[in-house]
């Protein structure tokens, strides 16, 4: 399997959860930029010109993180990292999936075009920074709540959910969002941040793009 990804985007999620599952897999590192990877345009193995792609063994080109991420978890079924296919607590599994793409991700990801490009998916002004905060924090109070008497999102072992909720916890820091007040949230941070899979994949990541202000 091949990850294509960029340091720090979304793509740190199936990062983290390959190296969960101990399997082989390469990197492919992306330019957001310029939309240019090491065997050149990076819109030919995806049109949408978004991170994260995973070619898989058949050579299918698998894109959206939650789908990924479904992907990765259903190669290694006794690990657990999803419940199986057809349960009802894969239902809740996909509720959580859905909820972090779509509420949370979503809200993240800025308007704002520098460039031509969305490549630093996270405002870069002050002012989008702050219109970020709005949006986000509503989510972040419900994730608290959720996680008060949770070790994990989907109960008491890591999953696929989780290492999808800390990409999004790196970004909330990237964006000086204190998750303090967010008691539960910011202890399960700190937890998450300390599994070997996730120390593995920020380190090979190494520090994403700067987020300067410019207004
Ligand atoms: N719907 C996609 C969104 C992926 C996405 O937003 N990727 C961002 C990085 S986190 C990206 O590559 N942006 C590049 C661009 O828009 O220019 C998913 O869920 O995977």
Redesign the pocket.
């Known amino acids: 399997m091949i990850l294509f990804y960029?340091p720090g985007?979304?793509?740190l999620a199936p990062h983290i959860l390959l190296h969960a599952t101990g399997r082989p897999f390469s990197l492919e590192k992306v330019d957001?930029m310029t939309k240019r990877w090491s065997g050149g345009d990076f819109n030919l193995i995806n049109p949408k010109?978004?991170?994260?792609v995973l070619q898989v063994e058949s050579g299918q080109l698998l894109?959206?993180?939650?789908v990924i991420l479904q992907f990765i978890a259903d190669c290694v079924p006794e690990q657990a990292l999803l419940p199986p296919p057809g349960t009802p607590e894969r239902y809740d599994a996909l509720q959580w999936l859905s909820f972090l793409?779509m509420e949370v991700?979503k809200n993240f990801?800025t308007p704002e075009r520098h460039g031509g490009?969305?490549?630093n998916?996270l405002a870069k002004t002050q002012a989008g920074q702050h219109a970020t905060r709005q949006l986000v924090s509503p989510r972040l109070d419900y994730l608290n709540q959720q996680l008060a008497n949770r070790a994990y999102l989907l109960g008491d072992r890591f999953s696929a959910a989780d290492a999808y909720l800390f990409m999004l916890l790196t970004w909330a820091r990237r964006l000086a969002i204190d998750l303090a007040p967010w008691n539960h949230l910011s202890q399960y941070f700190a937890k998450i941040g300390a599994h070997a899979a996730v120390r593995q994949a920020l380190e090979i990541e190494g520090p994403p793009h700067s987020l300067r202000t410019t207004d």
């Open positions: 960029a985007a979304s793509s957001l010109s978004y991170v994260p894109t959206e993180c939650s793409a991700q990801i490009v969305s490549a998916f």
